[in-house]
């Protein structure tokens, strides 16, 4: 009954992979995110769905594909992956509108070697 | 854009005493300032919010104040207790939440 799940937790790969990160919310919420959080904690949005629709897209590599099949799963696919890349990712969910709290996943460790 | 700044980075504190983390905001639209908690491995979790019609609010030992006019918003930990201890991050929304970068907090007891 996890309210945010991610899979996987934990990906290691090498430089030039493709990569996904599944992400799903059974909390009901119309808006989903993806942050990516560095080696030094700083959180940063990368992008916002609302009803599968791509809502915010902040300066992310085009590399980075996000994918919603319906407002529970808001997917991210990387291509050629790179060293910078290693982060965590957390997936989150939140109600329609700014003024509510958003609830994270569990978040994915991804190493590229 | 919004830039939300978070002062200190780190803050020791002896078990029991209060603690307090100090953000500012840049842009003065942003209408929703939620506090998240992240314990070394976990996720971020929601510990508490306040909206921009609201000058302060608590819930038990925590408390979160704000600003308007200054554009600043603090959390407010009173009597502290080493599970306290965990990144604590603000954030300011207008339409996404913007973070700032996280106070490392250490409560010894």
């Known amino acids: 009954d996890t309210a945010v799940s991610q899979t996987p937790k934990y990906l290691v790969t090498q430089m030039g992979n493709d990569k996904s990160i599944k992400c799903e919310q059974n909390l009901g919420h119309d808006t989903m995110y993806w942050y990516k959080q560095d080696s030094k904690k700083f959180l940063k949005i990368m992008f916002s769905?609302?009803?599968?629709?791509?809502?915010i897209n902040e300066t992310v590599p085009n590399r980075f594909s996000p994918k919603s099949p319906d407002k529970a799963h808001l997917n991210l696919h990387i291509n050629s992956l790179e060293l910078g890349d290693s982060a965590v990712y957390f997936c989150?969910?939140?109600?329609?509108?700014?003024?509510?709290?958003?609830?994270f996943g569990p978040g994915t460790r991804l190493t590229v070697l | 854009g919004e830039n939300v700044e978070q002062h200190p980075s780190t803050l020791s504190v002896q078990e029991g005493d209060s603690a307090v983390i100090k953000c500012t905001y840049s842009?003065?639209?942003?209408?929703?300032f939620p506090w998240y908690k992240q314990e070394l491995g976990k996720r971020p979790q929601l510990i508490i919010d306040?909206?921009?019609?609201?000058g302060e609010k608590k819930d038990q030992r925590i408390a979160v104040t704000l600003n308007k006019t200054a554009k600043h918003f603090s959390l407010h930990i009173t009597e502290t207790q080493p599970e306290d201890s965990a990144v604590y991050f603000c954030a300011a929304s207008l339409d996404a939440l913007i973070f700032g970068k996280g106070t490392t907090l250490s409560v010894s007891s």
């Open positions: 842009d003065s639209a942003s209408n929703y």
């Open positions: 989150a969910s939140g109600p329609s509108g700014s003024l509510q709290g958003q609830f």
């Open positions: 769905y609302n009803n599968k629709e791509l809502i």
């Open positions: 306040i909206r921009s019609n609201v």
